[in-house]
């Protein structure tokens, strides 16, 4: 103990540089997690005032409403390419795969789009989910990142769940995990 009240007498800037250490990772958490929040509500303005992507969220909305699972997996064929209908579900899917992906890499608050699109993005999900299976059969890691997203996100809603359900998720989402860490 002596020698270390000896070492800190005859070197007095070590204390000032380790809090001064602190400190600055302190201060660079946080402003990373502002960082974060903001990019995220950056996102959520520009999603909500582009046009373009309240024209496809429509025309998606609209059309997966009334489509079975066969007709949405129907669209997934090379015929319907350049439909209307298939042009606004890869924007849509597309959009929200970027979205995953910016959450993967700690670019967007999670929380907050969760707590904006968690139930848009679940649906949204579950409604193209047949058009997706069919495309990922061909290349496999096509939007599993959104896949990801929609199962975590089903995950913490988990209050709204019974435990085998849960289960279900969480196997799911290691599966999709592992996929993305090969």
């Not at 979205?99 to 670019?107: H, Y």
Request: glycine share 2%; net charge positive.
């Amino acid at each position: 103990m002596n020698d270390v009240l000896a070492f800190l007498v005859h070197n007095p800037t070590v204390p000032v540089i380790a809090i001064s250490a602190v400190i600055a990772y302190k201060s660079l958490r946080s402003q990373r997690h502002l960082a974060r929040a903001k990019h995220a509500i950056d996102f959520q303005s520009d999603y909500h005032a582009s046009k373009e992507a309240q024209h496809h969220n429509r025309i998606v909305r609209e059309s997966t409403r009334t489509l079975s699972w066969d007709e949405t997996a129907a669209l997934a064929a090379p015929a319907h390419f350049n439909d209307e209908v298939v042009i606004s579900i890869r924007e849509v899917l597309n959009a929200w795969e970027k979205v995953a992906i910016a959450i993967q890499s700690d670019v967007y608050d999670e929380d907050i789009l969760y707590n904006a699109y968690g139930s848009y993005v679940v649906g949204t999900w579950m409604d193209l989910r047949a058009y997706t299976q069919v495309k990922q059969a061909a290349n496999p890691r096509l939007y599993v990142r959104l896949d990801w997203l929609a199962i975590r996100w089903m995950c913490r809603r988990q209050s709204d769940l019974g435990p085998l359900e849960l289960k279900k998720l969480q196997r799911a989402q290691g599966v999709i995990t592992a996929i993305l860490h090969k």
